[in-house]
């Protein structure tokens, strides 16, 4: 258990719906990382947040945003859901943003479109 | 921005055999060299990292070197065993500033047998 934790842990709905993943970064860590894992693309960064701040974006769609809480949990908000959208979506957190701190990951939420 | 590599996309050894995964990075700004482990529907853990100013690191059975000029790292595993099948990710990271942020940018992972 690395001490992040995401749910729901399996998400099932159809195409043209919005969906919300919820992330609870490791207790004391102020960096939170999304990450997007499907069969043909690997592992995919799409954005990180530090301390309620959006800091590096990487591929994320448009239809995605995502945002971190004073409480400093993580939302990643998907709309208009498309077939390609299915994957496992993992969050990640780390104490601090730079290089060299560890990323521990969360179980992930597989989402399925239909 | 950073493209990671990875090479074989399968590994197939037998018990007791050594591995080796081999990663190129393609931007000279990345400075922190993680390796995780997937096991079938889990989460990736780190097992290894390697930063830029050291050029070897050893843990046990697992080592990871790098060569900063050629811009490629390697994972080795010796002595291998059942339990370490599973999906391998080599990744880098950039850290661009205070205002930048940081970002993993992953290989495409090898899926590594060991067969008893």
């Known amino acids: 258990d690395s001490g992040v934790t995401q749910t729901p842990k399996h998400l099932i709905t159809a195409t043209g719906q919005r969906v919300t993943l919820r992330c609870s970064p490791r207790s004391g860590d102020l960096s939170v990382y999304w990450y997007q894992q499907s069969l043909d693309q690997g592992l995919q960064f799409l954005i990180q947040?530090?301390?309620?701040?959006?800091?590096a974006k990487g591929n994320i769609l448009e239809r995605f945003s995502a945002q971190q809480f004073p409480d400093l949990h993580s939302e990643l908000n998907l709309s208009s859901l498309e077939l390609g959208d299915s994957a496992l979506y993992f969050c990640a957190s780390s104490v601090r943003q730079g290089s060299y701190n560890e990323q521990f990951f969360g179980p992930g939420t597989r989402l399925t479109v239909l | 921005g950073e493209n990671v590599e990875q090479h074989p996309s399968t590994l197939s050894v037998q018990e007791g055999d050594s591995a080796v995964i081999k990663c190129t990075y393609s931007d000279s700004a990345s400075n922190y060299f993680p390796w995780y482990k997937q096991e079938l529907g889990k989460r990736p853990q780190l097992i290894i990292d390697?930063?830029?100013?050291?050029g070897e690191k050893k843990d046990q059975r697992i080592a990871v070197t790098l060569n900063k000029t050629a811009k490629h790292f390697s994972l080795h595993i010796t002595e291998t065993q059942p339990e370490d099948s599973a999906v391998y990710f080599c990744?880098?990271?950039?850290?661009?500033?205070?205002?930048?942020?940081?970002?993993?940018?992953f290989g495409e992972g090898t899926q590594l047998t060991v067969n008893p």
């Open positions: 947040y530090y301390n309620g701040e959006e800091r």
């Open positions: 990744a880098a990271s950039i850290f661009g500033g205070e205002t930048s942020g940081s970002r993993l940018t």
């Open positions: 390697i930063r830029s100013n050291v």
